[in-house]
């Protein structure tokens, strides 16, 4: 079935380090690709997002680039602040009419001073 | 706009009781989806519906029940509480499927004792 792989957290960066948190999907069709971001005590928001191969998201400074050919969604940002800190999911949504999202683990990323 | 709001926030629960979490939303959104996150698990499905009137099963619907009388609401029930229900349940919405954002409430925290 299809699934969503992140890898094991948590990640711990200085101020101003390269961040890389990889994605890999396995899934049936061409399912649109997503991150989503979970701060301290809050709900999910949505980070970005890629709805066919080669495309890439981008906001606030994160990019991820729908790689078909190695089904991966890997999330990059080239100088993390501490207000960055909160757990990253990778998702997929199925192919179809219904909207379902299957999600990743999650990856906690503490950035420090 | 306020969104996707949950009631209750927090709620602690007996074995065996019941009760019902209810989700709504102000975007006149068709799709909503009742997800469960766990440590180490990401969010999963547990019922989802696409439009007023309808619903069905996600990923992990066993103890659950839901209902969408209503387009901007959808209720989730637990008619018979057990520890393993213990979770943080997030309620989330979309206008489209498969490519659309999903928008999260806020969350509500369960425990069955």
């Known amino acids: 079935g299809d699934s969503v792989t992140q890898m094991e957290g948590p990640v711990t960066l200085s101020e101003e380090a390269f961040l890389t948190i990889n994605c890999t999907y396995t899934?049936?069709?061409?399912?649109?690709l997503f991150w989503y971001v979970q701060y301290p005590g809050e709900g999910l928001q949505l980070l970005l997002k890629?709805?066919?191969?080669?495309d890439k998201g981008s906001n606030k400074g994160f990019e991820a680039t729908y790689r078909k050919e190695t089904t991966s969604f890997h999330l990059e940002k080239g100088s993390v602040q501490v207000s960055d800190s909160a757990v990253y999911f990778c998702?997929?949504?199925?192919?179809?009419?219904?909207?379902?999202?299957?999600f990743g683990q999650g990856t906690t990323l503490q950035v420090k001073p | 706009n306020a969104g996707v709001t949950q009631t209750p926030k927090f709620r602690v629960l007996k074995t065996g009781q019941s009760m019902t979490l209810l989700c709504a939303q102000d975007?006149?959104?068709?799709?909503m989806y009742w997800y469960r996150q766990d440590p180490g698990m990401g969010l999963r499905l547990i019922h989802y519906?696409?439009?007023?009137?309808?619903?069905a099963k996600g990923e992990v619907p066993d103890g659950y029940n839901v209902s969408r009388l209503k387009k901007q609401n959808f209720l989730l029930g637990l008619e018979s509480a057990a520890p393993s229900q213990t979770s943080v349940y997030f309620c989330?919405?979309?206008?489209?499927?498969?490519?659309?954002?999903?928008?999260f409430g806020p969350g509500t925290r369960l425990t069955v004792l």
């Open positions: 989330a919405s979309s206008q489209l499927p498969s490519t659309d954002t999903q928008y």
């Open positions: 899934a049936t069709g061409y399912p649109s």
């Open positions: 890629a709805t066919k191969a080669d």
């Open positions: 998702a997929l949504s199925v192919p179809g009419n219904t909207g379902k999202l299957i």
């Open positions: 975007m006149n959104h068709e799709y």
């Open positions: 519906s696409v439009g007023e009137g309808t619903t």
